[in-house]
C-alpha cells in the first residue's frame, strides 16, 4: 500500500510517514515548498516531488499531483489542509482513478469549517459553550462589561492574519476591528485563563465512531500546545463528541480542542477541525496512532494494536523559545499558564530533559534532523 500526503515537510507530515512506513506500508510526498526550503528526508518516505507554493491551486499544480500519483502507484492521497482538500475534491477527475482520496466531502468541509455553525451544534449536543459574539464594523459592537477582557479569533479559517487576540475594553474592541480588513466576523468570548483539552478520533462514512482519546493541554505557548499528555475522558463529554460528529455527519479524523477546568471538571467547547494538526505528531510518542486512524476511517486495513502511555511530549524547540521569551519578558496572557519565573525555568529545564520530543525519534534520525535544519534555516532567514 502506497498512501500519499500532501502538504509541507512539516511535523504532521513527518507523523504521517513515520507511523504509515511502520505498517510496512511505503508512503510518499508532495510537498508543498519553494527551491530554497529543505527537501523532506525520512527513513521512511519511499517518494516524494516538489508542489511549488505558486502552482497550489492551479491547473498546472493539479497536473504535477496527478503525474506524482499515477508514477508513484499510488493507493490513495489525503491532505492536512482544508482549503488544499477542497481542490483535490473539485479535481478528482483529473487524478488516476485508482487512487483513493481519503478526504471528507466539500460539502462537509465547508459546513464545519463555519464557527457560527459549529457553535450553534456544540450548544444543540449539550457542550458548555462561553458567551459568544459574532463582531465586526458592521455590527452593534456591544459588549457586556463582565465579559471583559475578551478572546478574539477569526470566524473563517484564512480570513484573517492572527490567530488569537485578547481585547480589555470596549474602546480597544473598536480599535482593533477597525484595524482589520476582512469581510467575515470575528468570534469573542470571555477570556479564561484555563488549560485546553484536545480530544482526537475519527468516523466512518457508515456513521462508526473509532479511537476517541482525551488529551490535556497543561502548558501553552503562542496560543498553542506547548505540552500534551493524555487524560480520562468523562463519559458524557465522550457521547457529545459522538453527537456532534453525527450532527455534521463527519467522515475522517478530527480534533476537538475545548477549555479545561481541571476543578470543576468543566469543558468549553472552541473548535474543532476536520484535518491533522499542530497535536498529530504530539500525541503519537502518547501511543495515539492518528494517520492509521485517519485511514482505517476510509477502509484501509492496518495492524494497530495502540496502547495509551501516559507520557508528557513536547517540542525541544518550542521549549526553548517559550524559555527564551519568558526570560526577556515578552510572553502574554496567552501563554498559560502565568506562574512565577523561577518556576517556569526550572519546569522549562526538567521538560527539556524528561519530556518526550515530537519530532526527535532515534529509530528515523534523518527525518528529525531534517526537519529540524529546515525549521533552524527558515528562523535564520529573518534574522
Known amino acids: 500500500m502506497r498512501p500519499v500526503m500532501l502538504s509541507s515537510f512539516g511535523p ?24 530554497n526550503e529543505s527537501e523532506p528526508v525520512s527513513r521512511y518516505l519511499s517518494g516524494w516531488t516538489t508542489l511549488p507554493h505558486k502552482k497550489v491551486y492551479t491547473d498546472e499544480g493539479i497536473e504535477i499531483v496527478a503525474e506524482f500519483l499515477e508514477k508513484f502507484n499510488a493507493g490513495g492521497i489525503t491532505a492536512i489542509d482544508e482549503k488544499i482538500s477542497k481542490w483535490i475534491n473539485q479535481h478528482r477527475d483529473k487524478l488516476p482513478q485508482k487512487t483513493a482520496v481519503w478526504l471528507p466531502d466539500n460539502l462537509i468541509i465547508d459546513d464545519v469549517l463555519s464557527k457560527k455553525r459549529q457553535t450553534e451544534v456544540a450548544k444543540a449536543v449539550g457542550f458548555e459553550v462561553l458567551p459568544t459574539y459574532l463582531l465586526n464594523l458592521k455590527s452593534n459592537i456591544s459588549v457586556k462589561a463582565e465579559h471583559f477582557p475578551l478572546c478574539l479569533r477569526p470566524s473563517e479559517p484564512g480570513s484573517s492574519d492572527f490567530k488569537v487576540h485578547i481585547v480589555s475594553s470596549q474602546e480597544e474592541l473598536v480599535r482593533f476591528l477597525q484595524s482589520l480588513n476582512i469581510p467575515a466576523p470575528i468570534i469573542a468570548q470571555p477570556f479564561k485563563s484555563l488549560p485546553n483539552l484536545v480530544i482526537h478520533g475519527a468516523r466512518t ?7 476517541i482519546q482525551g488529551f490535556l493541554v497543561s502548558r501553552k505557548f503562542e496560543s498553542v500546545t506547548l505540552t500534551i499528555t493524555p487524560i480520562a475522558l468523562p463519559p458524557d463529554i465522550h457521547q457529545k463528541c459522538v453527537d456532534f460528529t453525527d450532527a455534521f455527519n463527519i467522515v475522517g479524523n478530527y480534533h476537538f480542542e475545548l477549555l479545561f477546568d481541571p476543578n470543576t471538571k468543566s469543558a468549553y467547547f472552541l473548535e474543532i477541525n476536520t484535518r491533522f494538526g499542530g497535536t498529530t505528531a504530539k500525541v503519537l510518542p502518547c501511543g495515539y496512532d492518528e494517520p492509521v486512524i485517519a485511514l482505517e476511517s476510509y477502509g484501509v486495513k492496518a495492524d494497530i494494536r495502540q496502547t495509551i502511555k501516559p507520557v508528557v511530549v513536547s517540542n525541544k524547540q518550542a521549549l526553548m523559545k517559550y524559555l527564551f521569551y519568558a526570560l526577556t519578558h515578552r510572553l502574554s496572557p496567552l501563554d498559560y499558564p502565568d506562574e512565577p519565573m523561577l518556576i517556569k525555568v526550572c519546569k522549562t529545564l526538567r521538560g527539556f530533559m524528561t519530556y518526550k520530543d515530537d519530532v526527535l525519534n532515534v529509530s528515523d534520525m534523518r527525518g528529525s534532523l531534517a526537519l529540524y535544519r529546515g525549521n533552524l534555516k527558515a528562523k535564520l532567514k529573518f534574522l
Open 205 to 211: 462514512h457508515t456513521g462508526a465512531t473509532l479511537g
Open 12 to 35: 504532521p507530515a513527518l507523523a504521517c510517514i513515520r507511523s504509515w512506513g511502520k505498517q510496512g506500508w511505503e508512503p510518499g510526498l508532495i510537498c508543498i515548498r519553494s527551491e
